[in-house]
């Protein structure tokens, strides 16, 4: 029977389950989040308008704090490597354009916490949650956070949609694709692929002669 060294070693290599979750989790948060700021910013001021604001508060600090623990999850797990047939080009493109997402999740809900941050110590969330703002913030830092805010929110859409794009690619036009390394993206033969972060990579190693 093949060791799970020799299975890996001819298998491709896909993120483990808990990388997978938290990705879809928070892909499923930013479309809702892109929802949710292009149907606020569009409804006069009342009530409504700033229960939808609430509610764009709370996703984008549950976006940052979910991105910060893939991010050190992804850190302290690194990914799966890429096929060693992918071309240089696409891999440096695939990882500038992680680096990119992950710097935008970040910036973005900060940006957006000090663009509120002139109205007092917190900003409730739903349910009443205070979140901390940023301290020493006037207007005008306010207003000029607001628009970098704004700017970054359509770069995110623009490089989602690039990403959306380059994963269907990837997964039907590419010979060498590594869409798979996502599920629930398969690889093209349909073969399984084998887990290689987390706990179960360092089992590979320590099965490894």
Same mark, same amino acid.
């Given at each position: 029977?093949?060791?799970?060294?020799?299975?890996?070693?001819?298998?491709?290599?896909?993120?483990?389950?808990?990388?997978?979750?938290?990705?879809?989790? %928070? !892909? &499923?948060?930013?479309? #809702?989040?892109?929802?949710?700021? *292009?149907?606020? $910013?569009?409804?006069?001021?009342?009530?409504?308008?700033?229960?939808?604001?609430?509610?764009?508060?709370?996703?984008?600090? #549950?976006?940052?704090?979910?991105?910060?623990?893939?991010?050190?999850?992804?850190?302290?797990?690194?990914?799966?490597?890429?096929?060693?047939?992918?071309?240089?080009?696409?891999?440096?493109?695939?990882?500038?354009?992680?680096?990119?997402?992950?710097?935008?999740?970040? !910036?973005?809900?900060?940006?957006?916490? %000090?663009? &509120?941050?002139?109205?007092?110590?917190?900003?409730?969330?739903? =349910? =009443?949650?205070? *979140?901390?703002?940023?301290?020493?913030?006037?207007? +005008?830092?306010?207003?000029?956070?607001?628009? &970098?805010? !704004?700017?970054?929110?359509?770069?995110? %859409?623009?490089?989602?949609? %690039?990403?959306?794009?380059?994963?269907?690619?990837?997964?039907? =036009?590419?010979?060498?694709?590594?869409?798979?390394?996502?599920?629930?993206?398969?690889?093209?033969?349909?073969?399984?692929?084998?887990?290689?972060?987390?706990? +179960? $990579? $360092?089992?590979?190693? $320590?099965?490894?002669?």
């Amino acid at each position: 029977m093949a060791t799970v060294s020799e299975a890996a070693s001819r298998a491709p290599l896909r993120y483990s389950n808990v990388a997978v979750a938290l990705h879809w989790t %928070i !892909v &499923v948060l930013l479309l #809702t989040q892109v929802w949710l700021g *292009l149907t606020f $910013a569009d409804m006069p001021r009342g009530p409504a308008r700033m229960e939808y604001f609430t509610w764009h508060k709370t996703v984008g600090a #549950t976006i940052l704090l979910l991105t910060l623990i893939r991010l050190g999850y992804r850190l302290k797990n690194p990914p799966p490597p890429y096929p060693p047939d992918m071309p240089d080009w696409r891999r440096i493109a695939a990882v500038w354009s992680h680096r990119l997402l992950y710097t935008l999740l970040i !910036v973005l809900p900060l940006t957006g916490l %000090i663009a &509120v941050s002139d109205h007092g110590p917190t900003t409730a969330l739903v =349910g =009443g949650i205070p *979140l901390p703002t940023v301290p020493g913030i006037d207007q +005008a830092t306010s207003d000029l956070s607001g628009d &970098v805010h !704004v700017f970054l929110v359509w770069s995110t %859409i623009t490089l989602l949609v %690039i990403h959306i794009g380059a994963a269907l690619y990837e997964q039907f =036009g590419a010979r060498a694709g590594v869409a798979y390394r996502m599920p629930p993206f398969r690889t093209r033969g349909g073969e399984p692929a084998i887990i290689a972060q987390g706990s +179960a $990579a $360092a089992e590979i190693e $320590a099965d490894r002669p």
